[in-house]
Nanobody, 123 residues
Framework: QVHLVESGGGSVQAGASLRLSCAAS????????LGWFRQAPGKEREFVGA?????????YADDSLVGRFIISRDNAVNTGYLQMNRLKPEDTAIYYC???????????????WGQGTQVTVSS
C-alpha cells in the first residue's frame, strides 16, 4: 500500500489553470491505478478521472471535464498529476487522489488516499 500526499490547490478566478500533484511513497506505485475525486460541501464524493498503472489509458467522468482536465503520471518519480484548465466555479471542491490495485471508478475500490487539496474558483 502506498502513502499519497497532494499539493497544488488554491484559489483562482474562472478561466485559470491549476496543476495538482500526487506524490506517492511505498512500493508498487506503477502497478496501481490512480484515481482523482472531488467533493464539494454537502455533496457526495465524485469521480473525476483515473489512469492505469502504466499510464497508457485514462478515463474522465463526463463531457464537462473532457478537454479541460488531463490526468497523467510519472512513475519514475512516483507522482501523478491532474492538470485543470479553464476552471469554472462549479469545479470548486476538495480534490483527492487515490490508488488502487484494481481498475475502478468507485471510491470504495481505492485503498490509499491523499489528504485532499482545496480548489476554489470564483467568477
Amino acid at each position: 500500500q502506498v502513502h499519497l500526499v497532494e499539493s497544488g490547490g488554491g484559489s483562482v478566478q474562472a478561466g485559470a489553470s491549476l496543476r495538482l500533484s500526487c506524490a506517492a511513497s511505498g512500493r508498487d506505485f506503477s502497478a496501481t491505478a490512480l484515481g482523482w475525486f472531488r467533493q464539494a460541501p454537502g455533496k457526495e464524493r465524485e469521480f473525476v478521472g483515473a489512469i492505469t498503472g502504466s499510464g497508457g489509458y485514462t478515463k474522465y467522468a463526463d463531457d464537462s471535464l473532457v478537454g479541460r482536465f488531463i490526468i497523467s503520471r510519472d512513475n519514475a518519480v512516483n507522482t501523478g498529476y491532474l492538470q485543470m484548465n479553464r476552471l469554472k466555479p462549479e469545479d470548486t471542491a476538495i480534490y483527492y487522489c487515490a490508488a488502487s490495485s484494481l481498475w475502478t471508478v468507485s471510491p470504495r475500490g481505492y485503498h490509499s488516499w491523499g489528504q485532499g487539496t482545496q480548489v476554489t474558483v470564483s467568477s
